[in-house]
């Protein structure tokens, strides 16, 4: 089977780690990204240098309309999707409770939970046997994110249990979903809680006393994407450095 790669949120980050990883593995590769082309186009020539397949596609995965879209799209330049990292993902400025408001909250959910949902639907419609799907979850799904983002916690716990519940529900198609829960790790994502440098302040804290890179997690997702990984559905891997 010629396997097809969608990866959400690509063009940073743990996506733009994955896209080389699955590359380097010799599957086509689908760059999705929202707002930065520049960076996109970057991973884009990283990823061809692999000798592979492989396009960038614009689409705020939020918006139905654009998901739908951006599949079509990559069916017709690559082929359908038979492989889909679910990866892009938000959080908001540090604060506690007293500092969500509806908005906010709808806005993370939207961005973290329901793109999932829709992602993983429009990519069921072009999979057939032996397909997989990984979900980028967060160990902030068990630990609450206290005082931080507890709205990107939850909206990490809801992909838990999606996770769950897809694998049970898609599993009699040999489609398989697992999900990956990052620790800390190395990229942009911290600023938008408004420190840039959480990476190192809270890496020390740690168990191994370091946060991890964006690599790490990259090879866990292509493990679950594997077929070495044919009987695992429903699984999570933990990167988190022993959190
Ligand atoms: P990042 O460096 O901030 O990169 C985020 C990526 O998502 C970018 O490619 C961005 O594209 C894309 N993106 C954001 N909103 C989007 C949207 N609405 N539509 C399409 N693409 C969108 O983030 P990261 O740290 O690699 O995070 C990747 C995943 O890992 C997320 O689900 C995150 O929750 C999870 N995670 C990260 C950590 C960590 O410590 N870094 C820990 C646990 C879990 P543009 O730049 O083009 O807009």
Same mark, same amino acid.
């Given at each position: 089977m010629k396997k097809v790669v969608l990866i959400t949120g690509a063009s940073r980050g743990i996506g733009a780690a994955t896209a080389k990883v699955l590359a380097s593995q010799g599957y086509s590769v689908a760059i999705n990204y929202r707002a930065n082309r520049d960076e996109a186009e970057k991973v884009l020539a990283q990823v061809l240098q692999f000798g592979v397949e492989a396009t960038i596609v614009q689409a705020d995965v939020s918006d139905e309309a654009q998901v739908v879209e951006m599949f079509q799209q990559v069916q017709r330049q690559l082929g359908s999707v038979t492989h889909l990292v679910n990866n892009a993902g938000i959080l908001k400025k540090q604060t506690s %409770? %007293? *500092?969500?408001d509806a908005q906010r909250i709808n806005q993370i959910l939207s961005t973290n939970v329901t793109s999932y949902f829709i992602c993983t639907r429009e990519a069921v419609r072009q999979m057939s046997s032996g397909s997989a799907i990984v979900n980028v979850s967060s160990v902030a799904a068990k630990t609450g994110s206290p005082n931080e983002y507890v709205d990107y916690a939850a909206s990490k716990g809801a992909i838990d249990t999606m996770t769950i519940g897809l694998a049970k529900e898609l599993a009699n198609q040999n489609i398989r979903v697992n999900c990956v829960r990052p620790g %800390? &790790? @190395?990229? /942009? &994502?911290?600023a938008l809680g408004g420190e840039p440098k959480r990476y190192e302040r809270v890496g020390k804290t740690l168990p191994m006393e370091r946060g991890g890179k964006p690599e790490e997690v990259a090879n866990a997702i292509a493990w679950l994407l !594997? /077929? @070495?990984?044919?009987? !695992? !559905? *429903?699984t999570f891997i933990d990167v988190a450095g022993g959190l």
């Amino acid at each position: 089977m010629k396997k097809v790669v969608l990866i959400t949120g690509a063009s940073r980050g743990i996506g733009a780690a994955t896209a080389k990883v699955l590359a380097s593995q010799g599957y086509s590769v689908a760059i999705n990204y929202r707002a930065n082309r520049d960076e996109a186009e970057k991973v884009l020539a990283q990823v061809l240098q692999f000798g592979v397949e492989a396009t960038i596609v614009q689409a705020d995965v939020s918006d139905e309309a654009q998901v739908v879209e951006m599949f079509q799209q990559v069916q017709r330049q690559l082929g359908s999707v038979t492989h889909l990292v679910n990866n892009a993902g938000i959080l908001k400025k540090q604060t506690s %409770l %007293l *500092g969500l408001d509806a908005q906010r909250i709808n806005q993370i959910l939207s961005t973290n939970v329901t793109s999932y949902f829709i992602c993983t639907r429009e990519a069921v419609r072009q999979m057939s046997s032996g397909s997989a799907i990984v979900n980028v979850s967060s160990v902030a799904a068990k630990t609450g994110s206290p005082n931080e983002y507890v709205d990107y916690a939850a909206s990490k716990g809801a992909i838990d249990t999606m996770t769950i519940g897809l694998a049970k529900e898609l599993a009699n198609q040999n489609i398989r979903v697992n999900c990956v829960r990052p620790g %800390l &790790i @190395e990229t /942009d &994502i911290h600023a938008l809680g408004g420190e840039p440098k959480r990476y190192e302040r809270v890496g020390k804290t740690l168990p191994m006393e370091r946060g991890g890179k964006p690599e790490e997690v990259a090879n866990a997702i292509a493990w679950l994407l !594997s /077929d @070495e990984a044919s009987y !695992s !559905s *429903g699984t999570f891997i933990d990167v988190a450095g022993g959190l």
